[in-house]
């Protein structure tokens, strides 16, 4: 009876370490990226098309494309012909500012379509003030109820834009997207309802390929993951252990020397021998011939090691 009772204590105990040290289940696969875009896609074009993929698309929460007040960037070439006219024909070197361009500057800017109050000028013969390379302009924005969904978590949308090379030796860049679903079977549908969807333009044909995206984090998600293991345990790990052990008795052995040493002239005995104290006694004793072998612990250490 005592053995069978040992038995099937040993049985449980194994199950239950193989149960602890059963690796956790991996993360699903939810990040798609959806790749070959045309090149010059508009990114209101793009969202309108995917709206009709999703899993819970109703009919009756379909949006329509609104114009929104955004920040974009300057161009820097029209900026420097601009300047290089006005320097030819008046000799100043400021550029002129058309009333268009100055309320642009000046008016009601927006970084990420988000309200700013308005830069004002100040003293009486002030200038409108600058806000850099970058100019307000009226960008067309997508809006549904469908999308809204993609814009708080556990779901996150992203678009990028393609580029177009001046170079013709250099491909073109094709516009790129990223949606993470919550589930693998919302991942499943999407992809069914969206690989190969085709966009046309003046006899050019592009299809969209969905697929599993390599990178499965996104930037809400990023701080989230789990930190270093060995982060705060220095003073668990046995080689710093050794290296403290091997520095006390260094240090002890330092305050020896040096007492012995300087006993006779009534001075202090060292309490710690560093870098700059070594540096300062070589400096003071004037040469090879008067310098002292000065090391510290971790010189010690070190040449122990490689000993």
Request: aromatic share 6%; charged share 20%; net charge negative.
């Amino acid at each position: 009876m005592a053995d069978e009772t040992n038995g099937s204590t040993g049985s449980a105990s194994r199950a239950q370490s193989a149960i602890q040290q059963t690796p956790p289940p991996p993360k699903p696969v939810t990040k798609v990226a959806i790749r070959w875009l045309p090149v010059d896609l508009p990114e209101h074009v793009f969202w309108r098309s995917v709206e009709t993929a999703l899993p819970w698309f109703d009919l009756q929460q379909v949006g329509a494309v609104v114009q929104k007040e955004c920040q974009v960037l300057r161009e820097l070439n029209s900026d420097s012909e601009a300047v290089r006219s006005n320097v030819e024909a008046t000799g100043n070197t400021e550029p002129e500012t058309t009333p268009d361009e100055g309320a642009a500057r000046l008016g009601e800017s927006e970084a990420e379509c988000d309200p700013q109050p308005p830069l004002e000028p100040v003293g009486d013969d002030a200038q409108p003030l600058s806000l850099g390379a970058t100019m307000t302009t009226m960008v067309d924005v997508y809006e549904s109820g469908n999308l809204s969904r993609l814009d708080s978590e556990p779901y996150w949308r992203a678009f990028i834009p393609g580029k177009q090379h001046q170079s013709r030796a250099k491909p073109a860049d094709p516009s790129r997207a990223f949606i993470l679903f919550a589930t693998p079977a919302e991942v499943d549908h999407f992809y069914r309802h969206y690989h190969g969807h085709v966009f046309s333009k003046n006899g050019s044909i592009s299809r969209a390929v969905v697929e599993l995206a390599a990178f499965q984090h996104v930037p809400w998600s990023i701080g989230t993951s789990a930190g270093d293991m060995l982060s705060g345990t220095i003073n668990e790990d046995p080689d710093f252990i050794a290296f403290l052990a091997t520095d006390a008795d260094a240090l002890a052995g330092a305050k020896a020397t040096a007492g012995d040493g300087v006993a006779a002239a009534g001075a202090k005995p060292l309490s710690h021998v560093s870098y700059a104290a070594a540096a300062s006694s070589s400096s003071t004793n004037g040469g090879p011939e008067g310098a002292k072998e000065t090391t510290t612990p971790l010189i010690n250490y070190l040449r122990e090691l490689k000993g």
